[in-house]
C-alpha cells in the first residue's frame, strides 16, 4: 500500500443493517460482518467504512446516537467491534468508523437531563434550546427548515424549543460548551485506544450555526438541503460552513495524529463549490473530504467532465488529494440514476471504472459490486425518515444477497426474511451467482481493482484529450481512460487495452463503455 495508506485507497462502505447478519434476526451485525470479511480482502479493497453501529433507538438508522462508546445490541457487543478490528488488521484492510458530532438521539442521557433540567439549566446549554419568537413564543427561533423537510425546531412542553437540523428525534449538540468538544475529544480517543484507524465525520459543514433567519429569494421557502439548495437559488446558509467549524478540526487532528500509525479523518462536508472543501483540507484539519460532484451528476460526458475538472482544479495546487464518490447510503445508486436495465449497468460499470483511474482515494458502497439496482420498495417498507413523499433512502439500503435462489438470499441463516425484502430477481445478482462467473460485474470489480492498484497510482496529474463530444479520455502515467458516453462507437485511442467495462470493438469503443489502455510513451 501507498503512504499514507488512505491518499489512493479503495474504501469499501458498509451499511451494518444490510450487509450480513450472523443470528438470523432479519438485521445486519457485526459478526455477519466479521464472517464476510475476506469477501473484501479478496475483492481487493484497502479499507472499510462503518455506518454507525452505536446504541440507538434507529429513527434514522442508527445516525441517532445514544452512546457512542458502545454497540447497539441490534449490531452485537463491544467485544464483536474488537474481533471485527482485529481480524480486518489480520487481513490487511483498515477500518474507518462513523462519528456524528452534531446531534444526538434524544434517547441520549445528556437529552434527557436536558428536557427534566428545565429552562435555563447548565444541562440545556448542551444543546440549542432557545425561547420562541412571538407574543407567547409560540413561533420558532428561526425560520429554517430541516435537511429532511420538516421545522428545524421542535417546541417541549415547557415552550422552549431546539433546533434539529435532521430528524426532530436529533437534537443539534451546541459547539459552544466546553463538555460538548471534551466529550468528542474522549469518544475519538475510545475509538482510538480500540485500534480504528479513522473516521468519517458526519455533517462536518454544519457542527456552528449562526442563528439567525435564514435570507430567501422572494417567493422561495427556506431549504437547508445542500445538495438542493444552492440549485434552487436559497445561497444564504447561516447553518452550513460556518468559520468556527475549523477550529474543532484543528483540536481534533491533534488527538488523532497523537497516535501511532497514520489514522485519518474524512469530512462529510457538502459545500457550495469543491473549492471550498480547500478549507477542510489544511494540512492540521481533515486528511480527506468525500466529493459528491460526480454522485450528483446523471449519465453525461458534460457532467462528468465538470465533477472531475472542477474537482482537480480545486485541488490544485495543495497538499490534498481528492476522493471520488458514485454511490452511497444516502443516494440513488448510481446503477439507477443512469437510466433502466442493462444499458444502466453498463453504463455503471464504465463511471466506476474511470472513477477508479483518477488520482485520490475511491469510496465504493455495498452492492454497487453486485451491479445492485436501487429498489422502488412499496410504500409500507418506506421506511427512511426522510421517505416524505415516497422517495427515500430505503432503496439503497436493501440487505445484500450472498447465495441461493430466493430471498433472503443467504444474508442470514435459515429462511428469516430480512428488515427490508429482496427483490426475488437479485437470484441472478448473488455473490454466489457472479463469482468466477466471465463477464460478471463482480468479477469486472476484482479486475478492475487488480488493475488499479497495478497501474493506476503515484501520478496526481491528468492531461485531458482531444476526443469528440461525449466522450472524455484522459492520460494518467501510462494509462489512457476512455469513457463513450455518447450513443455511437468511437475510435480508441492508441495503447494496448487493459481492462474493458463492457465489450470492445477491434479499434473501437461501443456506447456506454469504458476502458484502459497502457502505452509505453
Ligand atoms: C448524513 C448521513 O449520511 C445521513 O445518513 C444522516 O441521515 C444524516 N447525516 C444525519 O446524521
New binding site residues.
Given amino acids: 500500500m501507498n503512504s499514507p495508506w488512505w491518499r489512493e485507497a479503495v474504501t469499501y462502505q458498509i451499511y451494518p443493517r444490510s450487509f450480513a447478519d450472523a443470528d438470523g434476526d432479519g438485521t445486519g451485525d457485526l459478526a455477519g460482518i466479521t464472517s464476510r470479511l475476506d469477501y473484501l480482502a479478496d475483492l481487493g479493497v484497502d479499507a472499510i467504512w462503518l455506518s454507525p453501529f452505536y446504541p440507538s433507538p434507529q429513527y434514522?438508522y442508527g445516525?441517532d446516537v445514544s452512546d457512542a462508546r458502545d454497540v447497539d445490541p441490534v449490531f452485537g457487543t463491544l467485544e464483536d467491534a474488537e474481533a471485527l478490528l482485529k481480524e480486518a488488521h489480520e487481513l490487511g484492510l483498515k477500518v474507518i468508523i462513523d462519528l456524528?458530532p452534531?446531534?444526538t438521539s434524544s434517547s441520549h442521557p445528556w437529552f434527557i437531563d436536558a428536557l427534566a433540567a428545565g429552562p435555563g439549566s447548565p444541562e440545556r446549554d448542551r444543546y440549542l434550546f432557545r425561547d420562541g419568537r412571538g407574543p407567547n413564543g409560540d413561533e420558532p427561533p428561526t425560520n429554517w427548515r430541516s435537511v429532511f423537510g420538516q421545522p428545524a425546531w421542535t417546541r417541549v412542553s415547557d415552550g422552549q424549543w431546539y433546533l434539529h437540523m435532521?430528524d426532530r428525534e436529533?437534537p443539534d449538540l451546541n459547539w459552544r460548551h466546553p463538555e460538548v468538544i471534551e466529550e468528542f475529544r474522549s469518544v475519538l480517543r475510545w475509538w482510538l485506544d480500540r485500534g480504528v484507524d479513522g473516521f468519517r465525520v458526519?455533517?462536518a459543514h454544519g457542527l456552528v450555526k449562526a442563528l439567525r433567519d435564514q435570507r430567501v429569494p422572494e417567493g422561495g421557502e427556506p431549504n437547508s438541503d445542500p445538495a438542493v439548495m444552492y440549485e434552487i437559488g436559497v445561497d444564504d446558509d447561516p447553518m452550513w460552513d460556518h468559520p468556527d467549524v475549523h477550529e474543532i478540526y484543528r483540536d481534533w487532528h491533534k488527538v488523532v495524529s497523537s497516535y501511532p500509525g497514520e489514522r485519518m479523518l474524512i469530512a462529510?462536508a457538502w459545500t457550495r463549490a469543491p473549492g471550498d472543501l480547500r478549507g477542510y483540507l489544511r494540512a492540521d484539519e481533515f486528511e480527506q473530504a468525500f466529493n459528491f460532484r460526480w454522485l450528483q451528476s446523471h449519465w453525461s460526458a458534460r457532467e462528468f467532465t465538470d465533477a472531475i475538472v472542477s474537482t482537480l482544479e480545486a485541488l490544485n495546487p495543495s497538499r490534498a488529494w481528492p476522493t471520488w464518490v458514485l454511490s452511497n447510503?444516502?443516494a440513488m445508486r448510481h446503477r439507477t440514476r443512469y437510466g433502466d436495465g442493462a444499458q444502466a449497468l453498463a453504463r455503471a460499470r464504465a463511471a466506476t471504472l474511470m472513477m477508479l483511474a483518477l488520482p485520490g482515494a475511491a469510496y465504493l458502497y455495498q452492492g454497487e459490486e453486485l451491479g445492485l439496482p436501487h429498489v422502488q420498495l412499496p410504500p409500507e417498507h418506506q421506511l427512511d425518515p426522510?421517505a416524505e413523499g415516497g422517495n427515500g433512502r430505503d432503496g439503497c439500503r436493501v440487505p445484500l444477497p450472498w447465495s441461493g435462489e430466493a430471498p433472503p438470499f443467504g444474508f442470514g441463516p435459515g429462511d428469516g426474511q430480512p428488515w427490508l425484502p429482496q427483490p426475488y430477481q437479485w437470484a441472478d445478482l448473488t455473490v454466489a451467482a457472479q463469482t468466477g462467473r466471465p463477464g460478471s460485474t463482480l468479477e469486472f470489480y476484482r479486475s478492475a481493482l487488480a488493475a488499479r492498484r497495478r497501474y493506476a497510482h503515484g501520478d496526481k496529474e491528468v492531461k485531458f484529450l482531444d476526443v469528440p463530444k461525449d466522450v472524455i479520455a484522459f492520460r494518467r502515467g501510462r494509462l489512457t481512460v476512455v469513457i463513450n458516453c455518447g450513443a455511437t462507437p468511437t475510435p480508441l485511442p492508441r495503447g494496448d487495452v487493459l481492462i474493458c467495462s463492457g465489450e470492445p470493438l477491434a479499434s473501437e469503443l461501443p456506447p456506454d463503455t469504458a476502458a484502459w489502455l497502457l502505452s509505453d510513451e
Fill in positions: 434514522d445516525y456524528i452534531n446531534h435532521f436529533e458526519d455533517v462529510e447510503h444516502d426522510w
